[in-house]
């Protein structure tokens, strides 16, 4: 069964607009969660952990337990930000890492 | 520091053939683990490490073999590589295999089998 669900391969906005990428997970547990971003052509690097509460080149994400989700947020997008970005999730007693389907942000001009 | 360093960054095989994609880390590193990359599937776990001497599967194991003789490497072994195998591997370490801890990736290595 699928732990962490990103429903949107692809979205696109504006520079300017508002983004909201989304990311659920599936975990009985206490979960940890983490946004992972990757540019073009370079390697996967860590953006956010929900653990931290901190703000990260303007993106934020906020766990919902009742809702089990963990978006990413950011009020205004830049062309920079254009990346894939991944949802991630430590669980299980091995402390399993694993990652959404991951969503690619286009952020046009 | 280098990192988590990954070689080759290309390789491409012909169908049976085996090989050993590299993976190493300087940070001395508890936890190391391989993906892969493929489009629409996200990163999938391959293998993952605890610590030295101490391997397990992940989701997509077949195909695959590791060991963890040292604390600083972790090769991925293909046995007899398929078109399947086609795709971007990844190699990740954390300083501890328990808790909220960070991963930090290698620079891929891109594999084809033809």
């Known amino acids: 069964a699928q732990r962490v669900t990103q429903p949107e391969k692809l979205l696109s906005v504006f520079k300017g607009a508002p983004v909201e990428l989304k990311c659920n997970y599936s975990y009985s ?81 | 520091n280098a990192g988590v360093t990954q070689t080759p960054k290309f390789q491409v095989l012909k169908t049976g053939q085996s090989m ?51 604390t600083e490497d972790f090769p991925l072994r293909l046995l007899s590589a398929a078109p399947s195998q086609t795709s971007v591997y990844f190699c990740a370490s954390r300083i501890k295999w328990t808790g909220n801890t960070e991963a930090f990736f290698g620079q891929g290595t891109r594999l084809t089998v033809v």
């Open chain 1, 29 to 109: 547990g206490s979960p940890e969660l983490f946004w992972y971003v990757q540019y073009s052509r370079q390697r996967l690097q860590l953006l956010l952990r929900h653990i931290s509460r901190e703000s990260i080149k303007g993106f934020t994400a906020d766990l919902n337990k009742g809702e089990t989700s963990f978006h990413l947020k950011k009020p205004f997008a830049q062309e920079e930000d254009s990346a894939m970005y991944y949802c991630a999730l430590i669980w299980g007693s091995n402390y399993k890492l694993t990652f959404g389907k991951g969503t690619l942000l286009t952020v046009n001009p």
């Open chain 2, 20 to 70: 050993t994609l590299q993976c190493a880390q300087d940070m001395n590193h508890e936890y190391m683990s391989w993906y892969r990359q493929d489009p629409g599937m996200g990163l999938r776990l391959i293998h993952y490490s605890v610590g030295a001497g101490i391997t397990d599967q992940g989701e997509v194991p077949n195909g695959y073999n590791v060991s963890r003789s040292t």
